[in-house]
Structure formats: structure tokens, C-alpha cells
């Protein structure tokens, strides 16, 4: 069950002209249900946002946090705006797996304008966190380098140099004789770099893990 909402006093004249366009459907999720309401409320009326009961239906979901996060959060939920205040690391690297785009204050959250551009912004992806959380993911993503990718000889985007140097190849149209000759490998080491690529990724074929490659910058 779905129900379309719109700002108080019906026409939204109050909003910029980007809010009113606004077109997306999102969903709520909270580990207090007197909380959940009254964001739900927060949100009733709202031009051109929509909200839906399930994640899998909306493009972005606004969890509340409280404890209980991953319980709350317990799949990929697409494109998350989570409120939360003093978010441990632990919980931070739960929201980042389950697809958190936008991290809002609660003192933010109160204030409609300030959620519905986090609800837009997450919608077209782009990433909002506050300085200090900012700097804990980064901190985090150093010591996942050094610690656990660095060792295996993998990269942040989950390839390692020789399998970004075949994909690479591999995207500029040649075979596997002709990466095996350029990269001086024997043919057998280029399918196998591949055959582990493809089989650590699940990617499909060659041409799915070009995609992947693009879609994660790695070439």
C-alpha cells in the first residue's frame, strides 16, 4: 500500500523549484515505532515523494537509528539516508554496506527541508557525511588497505594489478594471445587470472567484468 504526499497548504509554493519536481518513492524504517511515525508524519504531504511500506519498492529509504542498527538495516536497502548521532565505526561500515548515501543529524532531521534535500541527494547519489565521519571512513578504508586488501595484493576496487592489467587489455579489444604476448604471460595465466576474477566477482563472462571494471573505476 502506497499514499502520495504533499506539503502542508496543498501546493508546495513554499519549496524551490527542485523540490517540487521531486519524483521519488521512499520508504521509512526505525527500531522505535513512535519514532518511525512521526517521520512518516514529518514527511505526510509532500510533493511528488511517495512513500511505500517495503525498502525493496522505494528507491531511497530513511532509517533512524538506534541500537540495533544492523538488525534494522538487516539487507541492502539501495540508497539509504541514515539519522543518527555519534555513529560508531562499527555502525558506520554497516550503513556503508547496506547502502548509505546521505548521514543526517537528528537536530537536521527535524527540519523538512533539510530531510528532503537528503532524500533527493541520495536519490541522485550523491554522498553527504559530516566531517568527522568523513574522516573515520577514511581512516577505516586505510587500515582495510594495509591490513586485508594490501596483503592479498588487492586494490580498493577489488582487483589486483595483474587482473587490472588484463581487464585493461581485455577492454582495448584483445585476445588472450595477444594480452598473453603484450604482458608477457602464457595464455594459460591469462584465463586463469580471468577464471579467478570472474569466479571471486560472480561476474558472468568477460564482458560483465569489463563492466564491472568501468562501473568501479578501475579502468
Given at each position: ?187 594459460r595465466t591469462v584465463k ?13 563472462n568477460r564482458a560483465h ?11
Open positions: 500500500m502506497t499514499s502520495q504526499i504533499a506539503w502542508p497548504g496543498g501546493r508546495g509554493a513554499d519549496l524551490p523549484a527542485h523540490a517540487r519536481r521531486a519524483d521519488v518513492r521512499i520508504s521509512v524504517l526505525a527500531t522505535d515505532p513512535l519514532v518511525a511515525s512521526g517521520l512518516r508524519a514529518l514527511l505526510h504531504l509532500t510533493p511528488g515523494v511517495e512513500q511505500v511500506q517495503e525498502p525493496a519498492d522505494a528507491e531511497v529509504t530513511v532509517a533512524v537509528a538506534d541500537a540495533g542498527l544492523p538488525e534494522l538495516l538487516g539487507h541492502d536497502v539501495g540508497k539509504l539516508v541514515l539519522v543518527a548521532d555519534d555513529l560508531r565505526q562499527n555502525d558506520l561500515w554497516t550503513a556503508i554496506e547496506r547502502g548509505l548515501v546521505v548521514l543526517v543529524s537528528r537536530s537536521e532531521a527535524t527540519d523538512r527541508m533539510r530531510l528532503l534535500r537528503a532524500i533527493r541527494d541520495a536519490q541522485e547519489g550523491r554522498g553527504d557525511l559530516p566531517a568527522e565521519q568523513l574522516g573515520v571512513l577514511l581512516h577505516g578504508l586505510k587500515r582495510l588497505q594495509e591490513n586485508t586488501l594490501g596483503p592479498r595484493k588487492l586494490t580498493l576496487g577489488g582487483f589486483s594489478e595483474r587482473e587490472a592489467e588484463v581487464i585493461r587489455l581485455l577492454a582495448d579489444g584483445l585476445d588472450t594471445a595477444e594480452i598473453a604476448e603484450k604482458l608477457i604471460y602464457s595464455e586463469n587470472v580471468l577464471h579467478t576474477l570472474l569466479s571471486r566477482l560472480g561476474l558472468r567484468a569489463v563492466a564491472y571494471a568501468l562501473r568501479n573505476g578501475v579502468i
